[in-house]
């Protein structure tokens, strides 16, 4: 996991603080502070929400390296799991078993970015479709 995610992990801190950083320059979030707003509120309330819109977007997108990554190091590690199926199946042929795990690591890309989808809505109400 640790061979898997730790870039995985590193860019996404990355680019959650260049977004946050981004958003408390804004307009709306100066407003706030002058109004008198605690810190923690703004940064929670005001910033934290319109700054995870694309820190979502990138996360669920980095699924699909997630899962590409796993199968390398399932292979180059000899670590018996999901990749290593996938490379053994395909080097003996089996196009059912081939079949049958796209669709599973297929099901599970598009149910993440569905689960992305829906948590637009509570990171930010206004993209709520009502």
Do not use: C, W
């Amino acid at each position: 996991m640790i061979a898997v995610g730790a870039g995985t992990a590193a860019m996404l801190a990355r680019f959650v603080r260049a977004s946050i950083n981004e958003t408390l320059s804004q307009d709306y979030v100066r407003t706030a502070r002058a109004k008198g707003l605690q810190e923690r509120r703004v940064v929670l309330r005001h910033a934290m929400r319109n700054a995870l819109i694309p820190v979502i977007t990138v996360a669920a997108l980095q699924i699909g390296f997630l899962i590409s990554g796993a199968v390398i190091v399932e292979v180059v590690f000899a670590r018996p799991g999901f990749g290593s199926l996938i490379i053994s199946a395909v080097r003996s042929r089996d196009y059912q078993l081939i079949q049958g795990m796209l669709v599973v690591l297929v099901s599970v890309f598009v149910l993440v970015n569905t689960l992305a989808d829906i948590a637009y809505g509570y990171a930010d109400p206004r993209i709520r479709v009502r």
